[in-house]
């Protein structure tokens, strides 16, 4: 069946950190990926999103991911995190899945930045 | 509208009662989601609405759950005989879509239910 791993289910870093978040799928079709964040008391807002073309792609607030076809990975990474990082993060694939597309969601990863 | 609204923001409700909970998506998107979140869990898919119809329902815990889109905007998941178990965070989503491009899904700010 269809799925999406998170490896770290909780991450604490200093700000000015450097930050990568696993994601790991399995599904053998084409697949779009996306990372979404849930600030606290906020609702999911998409981060950034693979469809095609550069595996590089970069998001809102400094985000990026890249998608390794290979390793069916698509990790996320920011160079220096700030304390306004503070989030939990969700890694998803739309996937084809009994006849209909539907999205597949990690876990999640509860990323704390200490000031 | 700008986004994806949820009524109400919070419900609490009694074992055994009948609750309903609204989802008014993006303007012109024809997918339309509703998920459950659980406390330290990622969403959980319920059903699935392409237009007025329910593309995929494979989601929906048991019969007690039941979702409309009568006129392929405003959806509204419905809840007979509330159990406590129930209780969770509601989250709608719409996309443009179903896949591809336009398959990317902007979520409400969710229905925080609560059975006592």
């Known amino acids: 069946a269809q799925s999406v791993s998170q490896h770290n289910h909780h991450v604490i870093l200093s700000e000015a950190a450097s930050l990568e978040l696993g994601c790991n799928y399995s599904y053998g079709g084409t697949v779009n990926l996306f990372w979404y964040v849930q600030y606290p008391g906020q609702h999911l807002q998409l981060l950034l999103k693979?469809?095609?073309?550069d595996p590089l792609v970069k998001g809102i607030k400094g985000f990026e991911a890249e998608f390794i076809k290979s390793k069916f990975s698509f990790n996320l990474r920011k160079p220096s995190v700030q304390w306004s990082d503070t989030a939990e993060y969700f890694c998803?694939?739309?996937?084809?899945?009994?006849?209909?597309?539907?999205?597949?969601w990690g876990a999640g990863t509860k990323l704390i930045i200490k000031p | 509208g700008a986004g994806v609204s949820q009524t109400p923001s919070n419900k609490v409700t009694e074992k055994g009662k009948y609750v309903e909970l609204r989802c008014d998506p993006i303007s012109g998107h024809t997918a339309l989601y509703w998920y459950r979140q659980s406390l330290g869990q990622g969403p959980e898919f319920l059903i699935y609405f392409q237009g007025t119809g329910a593309a995929d329902d494979s989601g929906l815990p048991n019969d007690r759950f039941f979702a409309v889109r009568p006129e392929g905007s405003v959806s509204t998941l419905k809840i007979q005989r509330t159990e406590r178990g129930d209780s969770a965070v509601y989250l709608c989503?719409?996309?443009?879509?179903?896949?591809?491009?336009?398959?990317?899904?902007?979520f409400g700010p969710g229905t925080r239910l609560l059975v006592l």
């Open positions: 693979y469809f095609s073309g």
């Open positions: 998803a694939v739309n996937a084809f899945k009994d006849s209909n597309y539907q999205l597949i």
């Open positions: 989503a719409s996309s443009l879509t179903a896949s591809g491009a336009g398959g990317t899904q902007y």
